[in-house]
């Protein structure tokens, strides 16, 4: 049968529409034939909310696509083309813990840096390695999409520790840098192109080029003031200080201020808790809105509300470039990938975040050689946690767990990284059967 089949693991998510609305606009050059809506019995709700839209979407659009919902990941899974995740293990009440526990202990709480990207590693990656068992089983040539945070650390482990070579990781930050600069300039965002390299949510653009012309001193000249005026829906926009980024000298993404702001990220952090909650609990309220306009038997599009999610455009960036693959374009895309020597400064068999030529066989990593001096060892650091963090995930080894919290530089100390372990493993109990196994 021609046409592709596009598997979605974490299908009942608020992001499916966006996705769905990706693969409508691409139709004559990407033709999904089915799209598989996957989910877990505790999303299963959702899951019918968000495939009753896809079909209406679907109709509307008058393209052929076939929507499937499904309970079981193997059905959905034989003969697939293209298998994305986008899962949260634990729901949102388990981000809610990643982010409250460490402010008891005067640390940032934050979905994918420091303690909770840790502890959402630590959930997520055995999920994903049962996926690419599966996929070697009843899918072996399928790519995997990986969009489930933490990106870096998940796209990590399956390189590590699976068979699976056909595995891209993927994050919508440079896609928001991209249109921030853009924004910034006054330009329209095709003619903006930066050179990225780092790791996923630690990713630098080395260079800024505007119609091919390196614009990266006049773009820092305006970042330095009070908004920057790049930022993300959930990451609070603190701007720069005008020194700093001039002596930088290169364009820092939205999460690096969780590292260079780190005092005044985490005073706002508190007081957020306090006041409206977490961040986790602000994306309930929002998402609680999405599926009661999702539930709407009228609506037939993908509502413009969904842009208040932090994650917004991930779909976007999925679509191009399962269409790129598809379509061997050639294009230039950042995207995580096994490092191939890319990036001097790390290993060669590490996942880094980097621009890539996309084709019919998967990204090409462009080399960028070192990274400059001034913020080599902080990726060199994040790389070290990453790689601690995705062993403790595959092992269940505590002492590996204890090791990665400790590295990671948002945990001040051995000794509160070692409280705040031991009261997440606590929380997160249910969701980590690796580190709790019966005593025979």
């Known amino acids: 049968m021609s046409g592709i089949k596009i598997v979605t693991i974490g299908g009942g998510s ?32 959702k899951l019918q909310i968000v495939g ?14 076939q929507i499937h919902l499904t309970l079981d990941r193997r059905k959905a899974l034989e003969g697939a083309d293209f ?41 997520t990656i055995p999920v994903i390695m049962d996926i690419c068992r599966d996929m070697e089983e009843l899918c072996p040539d399928a790519w995997l999409i990986n969009f489930t945070n933490p990106a870096g650390m998940v796209t990590e482990a399956v390189l590590r520790y699976t068979h699976r070579k056909k595995v891209i990781g993927l994050c919508n930050v440079p896609i928001g840098m991209k249109m921030g600069v853009a924004s910034v300039l006054d330009v329209d965002q095709s003619r903006v192109h930066i050179d990225f390299a780092g790791l996923n949510h630690m990713v630098f653009g080395l ?52 590292y260079y702001q780190t005092r005044t990220m985490l005073e706002h952090e508190l007081e957020e808790s306090q006041k409206s909650g977490t961040r986790a609990e602000v994306v309930k309220k929002v998402e609680e809105e999405l599926f009661e306009l999702y539930k709407d038997p009228d609506l037939s599009i993908k509502p413009p509300q969904l842009e208040k999610r ?50 019919k066989e998967g990204p090409i990593p462009l080399a960028v050689g070192d990274l400059p001096v001034p913020v080599r060892g902080l990726v060199q650091q994040i790389k070290s946690f990453e790689r601690v963090a995705a062993e403790a995930a595959v092992t269940g080894d505590y002492h590996q767990a204890l090791l990665a919290m400790t590295i990671n530089p948002l945990v001040p100390s051995d000794a509160i990284a070692k409280q705040i372990l031991d009261e997440m493993l606590e929380a997160h109990k249910d969701y980590l059967p690796q580190f709790f196994k019966p005593v025979s």
């Open 52 to 65: 009753a839209l896809a079909k209406r979407m679907v109709e509307k659009a008058g393209v052929p696509i």
């Open 83 to 123: 298998v994305t995740t986008q899962i949260r293990v634990g729901l949102l009440d388990a981000r809610v813990k990643d982010e409250k526990i460490p402010l008891k202990y005067g640390v940032i709480g934050q979905e994918t840096n420091g303690p909770g990207g840790l502890f959402k590693g630590l959930r």
């Open 14 to 45: 608020s992001y499916t529409p966006e996705l769905v609305e990706g693969f409508i606009k691409r139709y004559e050059e990407l033709p999904v034939r089915e799209l598989w809506l996957v989910d877990v019995p505790a999303g299963e709700k």
């Open 207 to 258: 260079g800024v080029f505007l119609d091919g012309e390196n614009v990266t001193a006049k773009l820092i000249e305006k970042l330095s003031g009070d908004q920057s005026g790049i930022t993300m829906k959930n990451i609070l926009d603190l701007g720069w200080d005008k020194d700093f980024i001039k002596a930088l000298g290169i364009l820092p993404c939205p999460y690096h201020r969780y």
């Open 310 to 359: 932090g994650g917004a455009y991930y779909s976007e960036a999925a679509c191009n470039l399962i269409h790129s693959i598809y379509n061997d374009k050639r294009d230039i895309q950042p995207v995580n990938v096994r490092n191939n020597g890319a990036i001097a400064s790390i290993p060669d068999d590490s996942a880094v975040e980097v621009n890539c030529v996309i084709t």
